[in-house]
């Protein structure tokens, strides 16, 4: 049973940094498609970024160019590294895994989710 930690949320002011982290209990990261998704107070859960099992990843627009998802193999862990934060983009964070290479944007596609990680930034 994979197993998804997240870390790393936070309070900041718009222009902000955060950088998310979710730990996996098992060799998911390099094997698997993962996934951030988060979700706002009554709005419905969105995918923030997708990385597949070769590295290649795909951006939600609104985040492009402020977010960047990367992995440590080693350590079984993949990071959201979040810029120029905007209020906006407030919302609890979910890491999430599927048990195959290829990655969707779609949250009912992923098995595996982690208990999320609340995100708060004020203007």
């Known amino acids: 049973q994979m197993r998804l930690a997240e870390s790393g949320g936070g309070s900041v002011q718009a222009g902000g940094s955060l950088t998310l982290a979710c730990a996996a209990s098992l060799d998911s990261v390099t094997r698997y498609c993962m996934a951030w998704f988060r979700q706002a107070p009554g709005e419905e859960r969105e995918w923030v970024v997708v990385i597949n099992a070769d590295g290649e990843y795909s951006y939600e627009d609104s985040v492009k160019g402020r977010f960047t998802i990367s992995k440590d193999s080693a350590a079984n862990t993949l990071y959201l590294q979040m810029n120029n934060l905007k209020p906006e983009d407030t919302a609890k964070y979910y890491c999430?895994?599927?048990?195959?290479?290829?990655?969707?944007?779609?949250?009912?596609?992923?098995?595996?989710w982690g208990q999320g990680t609340q995100v708060t930034v004020s203007s």
């Open positions: 999430a895994a599927r048990e195959v290479t290829g990655c969707s944007p779609m949250p009912s596609m992923y098995k595996y």
